[in-house]
């Protein structure tokens, strides 16, 4: 008997306990479903976003990623970021099974001319939502956005054409590949300046390993910089950021303080070398890159809520100068020697500004 109520009691607290633990998930469930008034429902689901980057993994990829991420995560969805080392099959077979899975939208990163329509219509047609950054595409539904790539020319040749004297064409070492969008667009603005006689070719440069660029930059300049002596080439243009951390390591190997390096892009590295002591990097144009990633996300969660969205949307650069940095200058606090770096209020809804204070 008393074997049977011990029996008896430990069922009774097993059964107390059990729905005692169901009531106290239901009520978590319950409170991590609770909606937020004024955002879109459909915010408020599970939203799983793919962004996946045709790119190697250098400062300006981690700072556009990180920029996606963090205005994700702001609005409470799930971001996976993907990176292709500039491998173009593997960046298509990242895509391919991006699309193949449940993500709700994708940022697509630096796709070529060749396939982007390809690659991308899949995941129109299976209604998920894109937005792309420096990727050639013409779909329907589909936004594209770029940095004002001619801008970022225009800027950064200036300032080498400014170093002109008697109004003779400045002699440079341009650091450039093509088949990227971006540099291709930028080189238009290069082949105008040499048209209009304002520079003067005299090397041009490109790495052969995308997973080494800087590298082989610096083994390209430095193989060709014996053959020029000082006062024969005046800047260095680098059409990318990190074709021009390749470029000033060969001048400082070399001992070439006669010739200027101008650039396009920025990372806190960059900012680092410009702040070298005698440092011949001068300036630079750029875009805030996570402010890229932020905008390729607001624009891709407008698109998830059913809002409006343009076709196309550009993000217009600055020109950064050495003389306008300190030494604590970063690209956290650059905004406070660049007027407008790094901010905008485009797309940015309110009830985004909801979801990020919750």
């Known amino acids: 008997m008393r074997k049977f109520l011990t029996v008896f009691m430990l069922a ?17 469930s319950s409170k991590s479903k609770e909606k937020i008034d004024g955002v ?44 292709s080392d500039g491998d173009d099959a593997k960046f ?8 193949q899975k449940d993500y709700d ?7 070529k001319e060749a396939y982007s329509n390809e690659m991308i219509q899949p995941a129109v047609d299976k209604g998920m939502k894109v937005v792309t950054f420096d990727t050639v595409v013409d779909l329907e539904g589909v936004t594209t956005t770029v940095q004002d790539d001619h801008q970022l020319a225009e800027l950064s040749l200036n300032e080498i054409a400014n170093l002109s004297e008697d109004g ?16 291709d667009s930028r080189e238009e603005i290069y082949k105008q300046f040499e048209e209009e006689g304002k520079i003067e070719t005299v090397e041009t440069i490109g790495p052969a390993n995308m997973q080494n660029v800087q590298g082989d930059v610096s083994a390209g300049v430095s193989s060709i910089l014996g053959k020029h002596p000082a006062g024969s080439v005046d800047a260095i243009w680098g059409s ?8 000033y390591n060969a001048l400082k190997d070399n001992n070439r303080s006669d010739i200027k390096l101008i650039s396009i892009d920025i990372s806190n590295q960059d900012i680092n070398l410009m702040l070298e002591e005698n440092s011949n990097w001068v300036s630079t144009a750029a875009v805030d890159p ?4 932020v905008m390729n996300m607001r624009l891709l969660a407008k698109k998830i809520a059913g809002e409006e969205t343009p076709d196309h949307y550009q993000l217009e650069p600055k020109l950064i100068k050495q003389e306008d940095l300190t030494a604590e ?4 606090n650059l905004n406070d020697v660049i007027d407008g770096w790094g901010v905008s209020e485009d797309f940015d809804e309110d009830w985004m500004k909801k979801l990020r204070e919750n």
């Open 290 to 293: 996570s402010l890229i990633g």
């Open 168 to 183: 003779k064409p400045v002699k440079v070492i341009k650091l450039w590949l093509g088949g990227i969008p971006p540099l």
């Open 92 to 99: 298509q077979d990242l895509v391919k099974q991006a699309i």
């Open 12 to 28: 009774t607290v097993l059964i107390i306990s059990a729905c005692g633990g169901k009531n106290s998930e239901s009520e978590s």
């Open 240 to 247: 990318w950021d990190e074709l021009a951390k390749g470029g």
């Open 105 to 111: 939208g994708l940022i697509i990163s630096h796709g």
């Open 40 to 83: 879109p429902e459909v915010i408020q689901e599970d939203v799983k976003i793919a962004v996946i980057r045709n790119l190697p993994s250098d400062d300006h990829t981690k700072q556009f990623l990180d920029g996606a991420r963090a205005e994700g995560e702001a609005f409470g969805f799930t971001v996976d970021t993907f990176i």
């Open 329 to 332: 200058t970063n690209m956290t």
